[in-house]
């Protein structure tokens, strides 16, 4: 077979499908590592076994992946990659070189991102604004953090959220939203369909999701992984213990990226600074005292390539 950029990328998807027992991210490594998804799908298993960027661990796991490959997989993924495409969405996988940069960062970076919009190369600039319940709060550091030129990114699903995207958006910035579900569903139709369509003019939309998935409790759990992901740097608005924001506080930390909370949620809230007991954590008296250090740091930690 003819290596190619569409055959690496169906072969990409292929592989995904057949992961079942553990998160893709052990797949995305594998990929990764091995700098080749057809490799890892064609290659006999002796030239595997040769493969010393993968260790037992990740061996054994692509061994399994190849065991539950279907006839007809790759053909299947090559249909969505082009279904896709019709309507204006792009899949990047984890071995393109547009693959976002900061997302490596992460120890469980996806093996796949559909967008649809205009990303950015400069979208390595950027800041994820998470939360609860305090949208005029939300909504004033993302029109900071647009006006200091930086990008926004954030979730699309909540109140909060919307705000966030047209308060960035207001003040003349870019966004990048994070579905909790497929991208075929959520830019046809839902709740916050109107502000979809804005970010898609202003920024671009991101899902890490099937086409066809539908929101869960588990989807929306799983968003963390690329709204912390795909940022530099993660503003934590509000929230309780064990609720939205805090899975985001969690991964920011464990991939080592600066986590910033206003003073009211550190003093009200114990989990964070519980949360951030080994550092990790600034604590910031107003908008004003986040926007300097966070442009400063982000400057410092991102990565480029984005989209």
Known sequence: MTMSTSDERAAVLALTKATRDRPWHHTARAIAMAGSALRLLD?????????DALDDDDKAHVAAIRGRLQHGDVAWARDLIAAMRSHGHRLITVLDDAYPGNMFWTNDYQPFLWTHGHPAFTDDRSVAIVGEDDRDHAAAVARA?????LTVVAPLRTRLDAAVHESAIAAGGRTVGVLDGGMGERTTGGRYASVARRVVEHGALVSQFWPDTVSTERTVALTCI???GLAAITYVVDGRSGGFSSP????????????FVPQR?????????????????????????FCKPAVNLVDMSSQPTMF
């Open 43 to 51: 290659g006999e298993p002796s030239e595997l076994d040769a493969l």
């Open 145 to 149: 953090v647009a006006e200091a030129g």
């Open 226 to 228: 690329v709204t912390c």
């Open 248 to 259: 985001h506080v969690t991964n920011s930390l464990k991939t080592g990226k600066p986590v």
């Open 265 to 289: 949620l550190h003093q009200e809230q114990p989990w964070v600074a519980q949360a951030g007991f080994r550092g990790g954590i600034t604590v910031v008296q107003d908008i004003d005292d």
